[in-house]
């Protein structure tokens, strides 16, 4: 579910997680699963969330690609101070930590 190739790589080579909230655009949580997810970045910019640790054999679990992040609130408290906001049809589900165009 790329959004593309990746100008640099090929195929986007995540990397850094990071903890991040996740809400829905109404600033909802996506369900009881997605509330945390891990935020990997590629070197060409791209980024992608999910509620797994594809990097440590986990599956990827819920995700949603660089295309589906369109907001971030950030205030003092929460999860490392904020939040990121993601349209809920642009959520999917893997159940391996393998997923096509990225790798972890």
Request: aromatic letters at 14%; glycine letters at 18%.
């Amino acid at each position: 579910m790329a959004n593309g190739p990746c100008a640099i790589y090929g195929k986007h080579k995540m990397r850094s997680p990071k903890l991040v909230g996740v809400r829905d655009m109404n600033g909802n949580y996506i369900n009881s699963v997605f509330k945390i997810g891990s935020m990997f970045t590629c070197g060409c910019g791209d980024r992608i969330l999910t509620s797994g640790s594809p990097n440590t054999g986990d599956y990827v679990g819920y995700y949603v690609t660089e295309g589906g992040i369109k907001a971030g609130r950030f205030e003092s408290s929460g999860v490392g101070g904020g939040y990121y906001m993601v349209p809920s049809n642009m959520v999917y589900y893997k159940g391996s930590n393998v997923l096509d165009g990225y790798e972890f």
